[in-house]
């Protein structure tokens, strides 16, 4: 049995997220399905974690399990050319038996796309949040300090979330190894978040609170608090899906 | 009476073209509704030209008649709110009473977008056409120099067009200012021309043409024979819409 693993890019603006569902088509159902029909059987595909609907990926990762015995190369045509041109496989590998894209990554990094001048070019509304107005850098990478390390985010996570267990038993505690703000052009302002777990909406919630202390609508000891009173209702508001790019999925 | 001067960006992809017509929506239809709307009366919008379904622009240019007393600054902001993200006034102002979007344009520029690289990143590809392999930027540069200058474009013209008369009087005779090569990054390839006036499906069908000289389908020879033939048939396929962007519109 070989473990077949894929890096994936997706625009996610019409799809219900990554994971398999009955509400609409997901990425997840596309892969499976061009998956199965090349490797002529039932395949599940495993993705390192799930994206919400709208979100999009340039190096989402994912393994599956077959006998087939059919090049990497082949593979990774036939599957590109069955999949729809907004979802593409950008590697194929052999791994290990015991590889699994969740259990085996170390971290992640996503990040969050901002345009802030008053126009936005149409050609990236699909790719990038607009929130015109001035923004200080400074305040924003005060912020960015705040999250870096090993803190509990109950703040940042997805309201209705903490009720449900977590099989892993680390709570809300997660590891953000770095947290940087890019400003690759006047207008243009980009949050990278590169850690060991991301709780459901946690990106979106930061970014969402970042951005309002870079407006000044809150202060960096505002942020602070919030990250400290792990309440979901202290902080600002969920910054929109189409904003977010997980970036890449990182192993050993 | 003012006289207004709109510049417009906008994402043809979900747009039949700029001129308004029954079969779909279009954007000079979504154009002149909101100024219209704004201007309480029934308002022709006149664009510097037509773009064809799918084609994108980053600085088309209209204008229209008005005697409404309205800040150009309020008009911007109450078109911008009322149209679709799509399509955005980029700047707005008031114009002599013998500005005419179409009649006082000196020149246009359009680029034609291609992606070379295998695999093509899914958030390019309603901008930029897919066009996988080896291409000779040499090959490519020779074209656009025997296209500079003043040229008769019949090989070039959309099919059909000839026997149209033209209103001007100058048949299929258009200068070309400057055609230019750029390769920002590898696997991307961007044709740029800029001349007094383009035949209909122009730029598409140079481009068309261009890349198959590129990918030495067709030699610089039979390019340049291609030009002398005055003969549509000779030439090469229309490249796809959505990699034209009809960049800027130049006036005095």
Known sequence: MRTI???LAYDGTHYHGWQRQENGPTIQEHVERVVSLICNSHITVHGA????????????????????????????????SLLPDAIRVISLADESPDFHARYSALSKTYYYAFFTGSI?????RLYRAHCPG??????????????SGTHDFSSFEAAGSRDKKRADGRGAIRTIFSAELHQPNAGYLDLTFTGNGFLRHMVRNLSGTIIEVGQAKKSVLDFEQILRSKDRKQAGPTAPPHGLTLLSVNYD
């Open 5 to 7: 693993k894929l890096k």
């Open 134 to 147: 001035r923004i200080s850098a400074d305040a924003i990478r005060s912020c960015l300090r705040i999250i």
């Open 120 to 124: 936005q070019p149409p050609h990236e």
């Open 49 to 80: 974690g799930r994206t919400d609907a709208g979100v999009h990926a340039h190096g989402m990762t994912a393994h599956f399990k077959t006998s087939k015995g059919i090049s990497c190369s082949k593979l990774q045509k036939g599957l590109n």
